[in-house]
């Protein structure tokens, strides 16, 4: 099957843990994005990457890194969760050419308690 | 940046009858359109994408116009039916790949019998 996937579904954390999210694609895409939904559905980019190239939203703290291990590959790692972090967090991806749309995986509910 | 203003956000319509949606972007350089379904408790999926100056495209049970001059993109569900309950996403890329989507804040839709 050809597509985005994400684990976990859900992530109930406290604060100030740490947590990592996966994301693989199988389109053979090569690039990857995370995006944040947020309780009111509002849907922003964090980070855009592809073997040459990360972009990061620069409204995007800190404590957020994306991590790869190849382009079907990118993961998100948390280092210290915050309340504000408790969102959808959609992973995506695309080819570079294009009209270059998006697809989207299941993402992943993370609850910071 | 790009900013997408999308109305309205939420609409109620009969078994039967259209539901239009519409969305206005800031940045005449936006070069690719996208329209986004999202179920209750599911990720995106894709309905259409548009690129030409001026294009009418039809999908399943759906109509997307993009008027570049007046940088307005809308949709037009035909005949809804429950199915087609759903937040429904508008999104603009500038075609630099790497700054994601920018999204609108979505149109809740529900269907009644």
């Known amino acids: 099957e050809t597509a985005v996937f994400q684990t976990p579904n859900y992530h109930v954390t406290q604060v100030g843990n740490e947590v990592s999210f996966n994301c693989k694609q199988t389109?053979?895409?090569?690039?990857m994005y995370w995006y944040k939904q947020d309780s009111k559905k509002l849907l922003k980019i964090m980070f855009s990457?592809?073997?040459?190239?990360?972009?990061v939203n620069e409204t995007v703290p800190r404590r957020f890194s994306p991590q790869s291990s190849d382009k079907a590959h990118l993961n998100l790692r948390i280092k210290s969760v915050e309340p504000e972090d408790s969102a959808v967090y959609l992973c995506a991806s695309s080819r570079t050419g294009g009209a270059r749309e998006q697809y989207f995986g299941p993402g992943t509910r993370l609850t910071v308690l | 940046g790009e900013q997408v203003e999308q109305r309205p956000p939420h609409l109620s319509v009969r078994e039967g009858d259209s539901a239009f949606i519409t969305c206005t972007y800031t940045d005449p350089n936006s070069y690719y359109f996208f329209w986004y379904k999202q179920e209750p408790g599911a990720s995106l999926q894709l309905l259409m994408k548009?690129?030409?100056?001026?294009e009418i495209n039809e999908g399943q049970g759906f109509t997307v116009l993009l008027n570049k001059k007046d940088k307005r993109l809308s949709l037009n569900l035909t005949a809804a039916h429950p199915g087609d309950s759903a937040a429904y996403f508008c999104?603009?890329?500038?075609?630099?790949?790497?700054?994601?989507?920018?999204f609108g804040l979505g149109t809740r839709v529900s269907v009644f019998p």
């Open positions: 548009v690129f030409s100056s001026t």
């Open positions: 999104a603009v890329s500038a075609g630099n790949y790497a700054q994601g989507l920018t």
């Open positions: 990457y592809n073997n040459k190239q990360l972009i």
């Open positions: 389109l053979g895409h090569d690039t």
